[in-house]
């Protein structure tokens, strides 16, 4: 009922910088709160970045570095990713939490965008 389009990854070097964005589509009433996720071969999937209504958070190791915005109007969020490291390299997923027109609320996830960041 509700899709995430990511665009905006691929192959980085070290230092460099990349933009995920996230667009949401569908059977929307409201987006309470979009953010991504990242999931690195061998671990568990971790929070990067969400904002909501009233606030926003980050990981420890993407601050100063990453920074979330949103576009409530577009139903759209976009993650800036600056100095980056060997170690931010993951696929990165969109996510929303969303309630439907008609009623029901859930959490919405995108496909996935691989960043890797190499020499």
């Known amino acids: 009922q509700v899709q995430l389009v990511e665009s905006g990854g691929g192959l980085v070097q070290p230092g460099g910088s990349l933009r995920l964005s996230c667009a949401a589509s569908g059977n929307i009433f409201s987006i309470s709160s979009m953010g991504w996720s990242r999931q690195a071969p061998g671990k568990q999937r971790e929070l990067v970045a969400i904002t909501g209504d009233e606030n926003t958070n980050y990981a420890d190791s993407v601050k100063g570095r990453f920074t979330i915005s949103r576009d409530v109007a577009k139903n759209s969020a976009y993650l800036q990713m600056n100095s980056l490291k060997p170690e931010d390299t993951a696929v990165y997923y969109c996510?929303?939490?969303?309630?439907?027109?008609?009623?029901?609320?859930?959490?919405?996830w995108g496909q996935g965008s691989q960043v890797t960041v190499s020499s």
């Open positions: 996510h929303a939490g969303v309630t439907l027109l008609g009623g029901g609320r859930y959490t919405s």
